[in-house]
């Protein structure tokens, strides 16, 4: 009876290991596969995408006043409400990259857009393993999940949102 319970342990940690040994080389595979593509993105201290630059004013915005940020935004229109209408954690986050890792505004805003990506693909991966019920074996759903996330990365229209559109915040709170 003892031996039994042994091997099921056993045997339940052997395909533990093994699944997550499948998903550390999965997400680094995810996150070299994302890098080879947006890496002329990373580094370049310009900015991409036609409604990036609305974007990036809210990060100067944020920077500027951080962290005492006024309620009224008065550079759009004759002025709105700051908070009212639009996503603002992406561009908290850009202040914060900044701040933390001494970068230039314009690098933190690439960088984090660029990480996007496969942290984007990761969840795929992640969500496929442990969500789906069919197939019942968690290495085939693991397969999926790669492969999906492979999709979502290859796919031209994760890229055209955030560099040829410019939609940073969209691309960023996936």
Request: glycine content about 6%.
């Amino acid at each position: 009876m003892n031996e039994s319970r042994f091997f099921k342990f056993f045997g339940k940690t052997i395909n533990f290991l093994i699944q997550f040994l499948f998903a550390c080389i999965a997400i680094g595979g995810i996150f070299f596969v994302s890098y080879v593509i947006v890496w002329q993105y990373i580094g370049k201290p310009e900015i991409f995408g036609t409604d990036t630059i609305s974007a990036f004013d809210y990060v100067e915005w944020i920077n500027r006043y951080f962290p005492n940020i006024p309620f009224w935004y008065p550079t759009q229109g004759v002025g709105i409400s700051f908070y009212a209408g639009y996503p603002w954690l992406a561009h908290y986050l850009v202040v914060l990259t900044s701040r933390i890792l001494d970068l230039k505004l314009i690098s933190s805003f690439n960088l984090l857009q660029a990480i996007a990506f496969p942290i984007t693909a990761s969840g795929i991966f992640i969500y496929c393993w442990t969500r789906l019920k069919y197939p019942a074996h968690a290495q085939s759903r693991q397969v999926i999940g790669l492969i999906a996330a492979m999709l979502y990365l290859i796919a031209p229209i994760t890229y055209i949102w955030a560099y040829q559109w410019g939609f940073y915040a969209e691309s960023v709170s996936y």
